[in-house]
T-cell receptor, first 116, second 108 residues
Framework: ETGVTQTPRHLVMGMTNKKSLKCEQHLGHNAMYWYKQSAKKPLELMFVYSLEERVENNSVPSRFSPECPNSSHLFLHLHTLQPEDSALYLC???????????????FGPGTRLTVL | QKEVEQNSGPLSVPEGAIASLNCTYSDRGSQSFFWYRQYSGKSPELIMFIYSNGDKEDGRFTAQLNKASQYVSLLIRDSQPSDSATYLCAVGYQKVTFGTGTKLQVIP
C-alpha cells in the first residue's frame, strides 16, 4: 500500500451536486498534485502545490477548486460538473528538492468519478 | 508532435521472454525519466527512474536512456504473467509529462 491515501474511492454525482475529494500523504513530502486520467489519454496535471502554495494551474475549469490546508492534505472541491468530467482523479506527492516537479511522484489509489 | 510518445500496444510476449518498452520525448532539456506500471483500475506505481545516459538495472528491470536520440526504454527480463499491465513513461523538465502508456501482455 502506498503512503498516499484518497477518499472516496468511488463517487457518483449529479451535475448540480457539490462534493469534495480528499488526499492525504504520510511520506513527509512537501509537494502534492492532482491529476485527471481519462481513457486513451495521458495523465493530465490539474494542480500543483509546493509548501502549501499553488504553483501551477493548467487552465482547469473553475468548477474544480483545490485546497491545501497543510503539506499532508489536499482537497479537490467539485461543483456543477459535466459528464465529460467523469474520470479517475489521482493525487500524488513528492519531495520538492528545488528541482521542481522533476522529483519522483508517488500516487494514491485514485477516485473513480462518474458524473450523471 | 506529442511531448512523450509511446506505442499503445498491446505488446505480447511469451512468459520468460524479454519485454522491451520504448518511449521517445521531444524536449531536449528533459532531465528526469520515470517508468510507472499501472494495473487495470489501479493507480500508477513507480518502477524505476533514471537521470543519466546509459543503463540502470533493478532486479528484472533495466532502464536505458539515450539523451542524444531522445529515447528511454524499459527492459523486463524473464517476463511473468503478473507483469501484464500498462507501462507509463514520464519525462521531467519544468514539469513531469506522461505518455499514454504501452499495454503489455505476458502470455503463459
Amino acid at each position: 500500500e502506498t503512503g498516499v491515501t484518497q477518499t472516496p474511492r468511488h463517487l457518483v454525482m449529479g451535475m448540480t451536486n457539490k462534493k469534495s475529494l480528499k488526499c492525504e500523504q504520510h511520506l513527509g513530502h512537501n509537494a502534492m498534485y492532482w491529476y485527471k486520467q481519462s481513457a486513451k489519454k495521458p495523465l493530465e496535471l490539474m494542480f500543483v502545490y509546493s509548501l502549501e502554495e499553488r504553483v501551477e494551474n493548467n487552465s482547469v475549469p473553475s468548477r474544480f477548486s483545490p485546497e491545501c490546508p497543510n503539506s499532508s492534505h489536499l482537497f479537490l472541491h467539485l461543483h456543477t460538473l459535466q459528464p465529460e468530467d467523469s474520470a479517475l482523479y489521482l493525487c500524488a506527492s513528492s519531495q520538492d528538492s528545488g528541482r521542481g516537479s522533476t522529483d519522483t511522484q508517488y500516487f494514491g489509489p485514485g477516485t473513480r468519478l462518474t458524473v450523471l | 508532435q506529442k511531448e512523450v510518445e509511446q506505442n499503445s500496444g498491446p505488446l505480447s510476449v511469451p512468459e520468460g521472454a524479454i519485454a522491451s518498452l520504448n518511449c521517445t520525448y521531444s524536449d531536449r532539456g528533459s532531465q528526469s525519466f520515470f517508468w510507472y506500471r499501472q494495473y487495470s483500475g489501479k493507480s500508477p506505481e513507480l518502477i524505476m527512474f533514471i537521470y543519466s545516459n546509459g543503463d540502470k538495472e533493478d532486479g528484472r528491470f533495466t532502464a536505458q536512456l539515450n539523451k542524444a536520440s531522445q529515447y528511454v526504454s524499459l527492459l523486463i527480463r524473464d517476463s511473468q504473467p503478473s507483469d501484464s499491465a500498462t507501462y507509463l513513461c514520464a519525462v521531467g523538465y519544468q514539469k513531469v509529462t506522461f505518455g499514454t502508456g504501452t499495454k503489455l501482455q505476458v502470455i503463459p
